[in-house]
């Protein structure tokens, strides 16, 4: 009986905290289904008296908007696979290979990661014009993925931690070449931890902000969180929020169908790297 | 631990071949990390060490001309601005607040995502998606909800028209709002891991000895959690110091919301004051480490454990 009554107050945790989580978003997906031009009230309800897909024709239909898209997703998907190989690199002789530098490269990384990057900006906006790189992807590209590494370097080392690198070897005695060894024993053992090593970077360059204001000027590099800030309607007596709201719902689905694919990987990312692996 | 383990596994070897292999995995160490301390250095060390050439001169990128040697001039000048001060306020009162509200809900969602038993996937991700929202759409999301002409939030209360960015203290309640909502999975996740760690038998062994469920928390479990608690403090407090993203699209600085990261960012990018604006740089930069210091320091954080150097 008390077993039972317990469980229940934990489910009741539980539906709050997903209340909680969610309730925003469906704020979010109701304001984007709202009439642009007669949402605005005295008196504003929670959802549209007609839901419209007009807001999500506009973003369709501006520049400065699919321009970021294309830019965010190659910006994010390049930075992340730079971060995640130069990472595998660094994680892989973290993780096996005794040498000086180590505990300074893992310190270094720790450093990165709490760095203000707003201390940088200044400089960065004078280095990349001098360098031409101002407003280009790989300008946004480069301190994304530096600023990512931590975030790489640890998670992954902390994956690799755990491998069983004996394994290796073990095959080899059984007549497995180096190669073979390493692609059909340790390969598998390790792309996991890549693979949601992977995950984690991405969302932190789709997410990164003060840099993208900072060292774009155009749309030729603008991400979707700058463009967001900057949009201002369709027109000029028309007012952006409902619009802002779908091209936020755009942007959060990538996020949403990660985390409904990869919900558990991501929990064991998050915490391998923080606490230990 | 692999480390050795592997190295149990090798047959005793000459003195001569340790050096040759020790020297050999030295050098492939080396060669791996090469790549990340390298872009490290060029995108961090080097422009901080730029910044605080910079701060020490007057220079305005719009008067090139103007360039001129003021030694410590301009720190002299941003610390004896009171806009210093207030963004230093406002700061502190965010990070103070929205970590201190973020530990107890972050504690709340640790044991609740402990103990369900219903649904647990489920929670779990849904406490994943605040997590990987951009924190421009959560600003959106809540300054929306809240603002006269778009938000519900003053019809349900039954607030009329007050309005929660006309002044100081109501805009940064918004502001730490979204804060919380958007960075509390992350504390809690942390702090989740550290109370799976806690062996079962500790709370059993205190049950069976007549321990009541508060006497519990606070001499086993939270003791217990003490690494994982000041790890998680430590990341929150110097990402909520940093704060840029709220308050540049709710508010953009009005009614004294600005922020120090906001602030070097409108000295540096917008007005192009690169002389004050790197003096403020190299002082947010001070601050960080300060605050770094005092929780490695005073607070003994065992970072080994994050850094993963055991």
Known sequence: MVGQRASRWWTTGGLLILVWALFPLLWMVSLSFKDPNTFRSQTPTFFPSKWVWTNYQTVFSDALFTSALRNSIGISLIATLLSVVIAMFAAYAIARMDYPGKKFLLSMALAIAMFPQAALVGPLFNMWRSLGIYDTWIGLIIPDLTFALPLSIWTMSAFFRQIPWEMEQAAQVDGATAWQAFRRVIVPLAAPGVFTTAILTFFFCWNEFLLAISLTSTNRARTVPAALSFFTGASQFQSPITAIMAASVVVTIPVVLLVLAFQRRIMAGLTAGAVKG | ?310
């Open chain 2, 1 to 310: 631990m692999t480390l050795t383990e592997t190295r149990v596994d090798q047959p005793a070897p000459q003195p001569a071949e340790v050096t040759d292999r020790a020297r050999h995995e030295r050098r492939l160490g080396l060669t791996l990390s090469a790549p990340a301390f390298i872009v490290m250095v060029f995108v961090t060390a080097y422009p901080l060490v730029y910044a605080v050439v910079l701060s020490l001169y007057n220079y305005r990128l719009t008067d090139p001309a103007g360039k001129s040697f003021v030694g410590f001039g301009n720190y002299a000048t941003v610390l004896t601005d009171p806009v210093w001060w207030s963004d230093f306020a406002t700061t502190l009162v965010i990070t103070v607040v929205s970590v201190a509200v973020e530990l107890v809900l972050g504690f709340g969602f640790a044991f609740v995502m402990y103990r369900v038993l219903a649904g647990r996937s489920l929670v779990r991700t849904g406490i994943l998606i605040p997590y990987g929202i951009i924190t421009v759409a959560s600003a959106f999301i809540w300054r929306y909800a809240f603002q006269l002409d778009s938000g519900f939030v003053n019809q349900w209360l039954g607030l009329g028209d007050f309005n929660w960015f006309g002044q100081r203290w109501s805009s940064l309640f918004v502001i730490i709002l979204s804060e919380i909502w958007k960075t509390t999975p992350f504390i809690s996740l942390l702090l989740l891991a550290g109370l799976v760690q806690i062996p079962e038998e500790l709370q059993e062994a205190a049950r069976v000895d007549g321990a009541t469920a508060a006497q519990r928390l606070r001499r086993v479990t939270l003791p217990n959690m003490k690494a994982a608690i000041m790890v998680a403090l430590l990341f929150r407090t110097l990402d909520a110091w940093r704060i840029f993203d709220n308050p540049f699209v709710m508010t953009a600085g009005a009614n004294k919301t600005e922020t120090l990261s906001f602030l070097a960012y409108r000295q540096n990018v917008t007005l192009v004051n690169l002389g004050a604006g790197s003096a403020i740089s190299v002082l947010l930069f001070l601050t960080v480490v300060v605050i770094a210091f005092i929780f490695v320091k005073g607070f003994r954080t065992d970072l080994s454990q994050v850094r993963g150097d055991r």
